[in-house]
């Protein structure tokens, strides 16, 4: 039994320019060395991008990159009898958004590309559509989740 406390989750305030806690979030991942000006003006920056070439609200372009990116299932290893089984489970809603975050931004730092702006929006609008390395991250879970179904029934 753990002897630790229960977590305190801290509420983020949302972002100064689209009010959304959610655009916070994503700007606190991609901050490096707590250099946060630099990450608000990344982000800031690949979303007027985004806008310019769909002529689109760059927050519906985001919340959409974002949903097609999120996960549903993810495998844990279990061990039985000695083997270890890999055992589809549901995600947490906050785990789901943060492995979104965590894809959308790797992905976007391997992007070939001249600034981290560019391809930021890149990755974004890739995965807006439903293409790109997130998506296909996001599809080669869900496949592992899929072919070890039948070790469901040891779920955690």
Excluded: C
């Excluded at 753990?2 to 305030?13: K, Q």
């Excluded at 009898?81 to 055992?87: E, K, N, R, S």
């Excluded at 894809?103 to 930021?120: F, N, V, Y």
């Amino acid at each position: 039994m753990s002897r630790r406390g229960a977590v305190e989750h801290h509420v983020t305030p949302p972002d100064t320019r689209y009010g959304s806690r959610t655009v916070q979030q994503f700007i606190n991942k991609v901050m490096l060395s707590g250099k946060k000006s630099l990450a608000e003006r990344i982000v800031y920056k690949s979303f007027e991008r985004i806008e310019n070439q769909t002529h689109k609200s760059a927050l519906e372009t985001f919340e959409a990159a974002l949903r097609n990116a999120t996960p549903v299932l993810e495998v844990k290893p279990r061990r039985v009898g000695g083997a270890t089984y890999q055992v589809p489970v549901e995600i947490r809603s906050e785990r789901k958004q943060a492995l979104a975050f965590r894809w959308l931004i790797a992905s976007a730092r391997k992007r070939p590309g001249h600034s981290l702006e560019e391809r930021l929006a890149a990755e974004l609008l890739d995965a807006a559509h439903g293409q790109g390395a997130t998506i296909k991250r996001k599809e080669d879970m869900h496949r592992m989740a899929e072919s070890n179904r039948a070790f469901s029934h040891f779920r955690i």
